[in-house]
């Protein structure tokens, strides 16, 4: 069964940075696309960015130019580095990934969301 794993969130002042990272495990036999979400309080799921199994990434134009995506394929982890944080960052941010299970065909998993607080 698989699983995706959040951790790093937490409460930075404005101007700070974070670095989130998204940990798949389980019956994996590859992974395709790797996004991050995120929703603040009283507002929609919105997609920050994502990257492709060819390297390509996009961003939101809220972070662009803030926040980067990387990948690590050996660990099947996905990474988020947010720099410059405002305090209309905050939010629950998720990892969204397209995976190929042993036992399932193509189809999204969700991390549990990890709480980013941006606030002096």
């Known amino acids: 069964q698989v699983q995706l794993v959040e951790s790093g969130g937490g409460l930075v002042q404005p101007g700070g940075s974070l670095r989130l990272s998204c940990a798949a495990s389980g019956s994996i036999r590859s992974i395709n696309a790797m996004n991050w979400y995120r929703q603040a309080p009283g507002k929609q799921r919105e997609l920050v960015g994502s990257t492709t199994s060819a390297g390509a990434t996009n961003y939101a134009d809220s972070v662009q130019g803030r926040f980067f995506i990387s990948r690590d394929n050996a660990k099947n982890t996905l990474f988020l580095q947010m720099n410059s944080l405002k305090p209309e960052d905050t939010a629950v941010y998720y990892c969204?990934?397209?995976?190929?299970?042993?036992?399932?065909?193509?189809?999204?998993?969700w991390g549990q969301g990890t709480q980013v607080t941006v606030s002096s």
């Open positions: 969204n990934f397209v995976i190929w299970s042993f036992t399932s065909p193509w189809r999204d998993y």
